[in-house]
């Protein structure tokens, strides 16, 4: 028996499948922006200078760096002078990989008969519960980068320490978000760094609820 497809049924079909377009693209859209679940201090933490930094000459974009994420009442990034158990660690090395200008290695603590030790995981425990990360900016590739001054590494490394309070990359432009990869200025320069509205956002609705 052939069953018959009317005017009503076909514009009804077309508005649920819309509707589901639009419930479904807007979804992905918003939880594309940060991580699942929360870290160690939530968006409130200290982070621990590893001696490279100074050796190498970054301590200032570090600075930049978490500057610009505590213009968000919901991250407080602090300095610890000393290494604690729960304190991120920022650090300078060097990568065989071309272009990785950076990236977090982020890490839990597990209690087995042989003590408490840290273990590290990546992307594949981007939205899983983290105690803390480590947060690297690679030296010889950044100098490949151009132009390379303050204003530039600044942006890397606040796109980095984004990624430590579970924000993800973004498709918004340079300007916009300093989550979107690439070699971009911070926003507002190295000397009046500013929060982008969007970046400000994107901080609220990862941790409005924690």
Known sequence: MYKFITKKSIGFTFVFLLFLSTFFST????SAFYFENTRHGNGYHNAWYDPSVAQYGYTAHF?????????????????????????DKYV?????????????????????????????GRGEWSDLYWDFCNVILYDN??????????????RNAA????????????SA????????????AIPGGSGNITITSFDKN?????WKNY
């Open 63 to 87: 600075n930049d760096g978490r500057t610009y994420w505590n213009q968000s009442p919901e991250i407080g990034i602090g300095k610890s002078d000393s290494y604690q158990k729960w304190n």
């Open 159 to 170: 796109h980095e320490i984004g990624h430590s309070v579970k924000l993800d990359h973004e």
């Open 173 to 184: 432009s340079g300007d916009t978000s300093v989550m979107r990869r690439g070699w971009y």
């Open 92 to 120: 300078i090395s060097n990568s065989s990989v071309p272009n990785l200008v950076g990236e977090v290695y982020n890490a839990i603590y597990v209690t087995d008969s042989s003590g408490t030790y840290a273990t590290y």
């Open 202 to 206: 994107n901080a609220y609705n990862k």
């Open 27 to 30: 979804t992905a859209t918003v």
């Open 141 to 154: 590739t950044m100098k490949q980068q151009y132009p390379f001054n303050q204003t530039y590494v600044s």
